[in-house]
């Protein structure tokens, strides 16, 4: 077996990663970065700033490797997906649309799956159509 064989826990540590960079940016709960931060500008700290950076490098990784790997049509497509969902969730009144906090969970969630498959996908591809990339050939 190789060792760089993906499964649904490698998708599952992608996504929990993705949730916690969410979440730590923004939350309704009142307990994230922009709570702690961005609110009480122009009162800003070291520790403060080192976070948000560390958030950002957070973003700017998830971002590029979505982008890379699902391209623009592919997001598009993504979030036509989780997008159906969430109207179909609404549709079917198990959440109000009026519920602001419920619906910027699910928004949320929805980002995370977005990013989590991104950062996944060219695992999945590789392993639906049987090829390699290039990063897997030894010398």
């Known amino acids: ?15 929990i990663m ?7 940016s923004y939350n309704p709960a009142g307990y994230s970065y922009y709570d702690w931060a961005i609110a009480q ?22 971002i590029r490797a ?3 790997s699902l391209g623009v049509i592919g997001i598009t497509l993504a979030t036509a997906v989780f997008g159906t ?3 179909m969730i609404i549709d079917s009144e198990l959440v109000s649309i009026d519920n602001i ?3 910027t969970y699910i928004s949320q969630v929805i980002l995370c799956l977005i990013l989590a498959t991104g950062m996944s996908w060219s695992h999945v591809r590789r392993r ?5 990339d290039a990063d897997d050939v030894d010398n």
């Open 128 to 132: 639906m159509s049987g090829q390699i």
């Open 41 to 62: 500008l122009p009162d800003i700290s070291p520790i403060k700033a080192f976070a948000g950076i560390v958030l950002l490098v957070g973003w700017v990784i998830f």
């Open 18 to 24: 993705a949730l916690f960079l969410v979440f730590a």
């Open 85 to 87: 969902l969430f109207w």
């Open 1 to 15: 077996m190789k060792s760089n064989q993906f499964s649904w826990a490698h998708f599952i540590i992608r996504f």
């Open 101 to 103: 906090e419920a619906v």
């Open 66 to 68: 979505t982008l890379r």
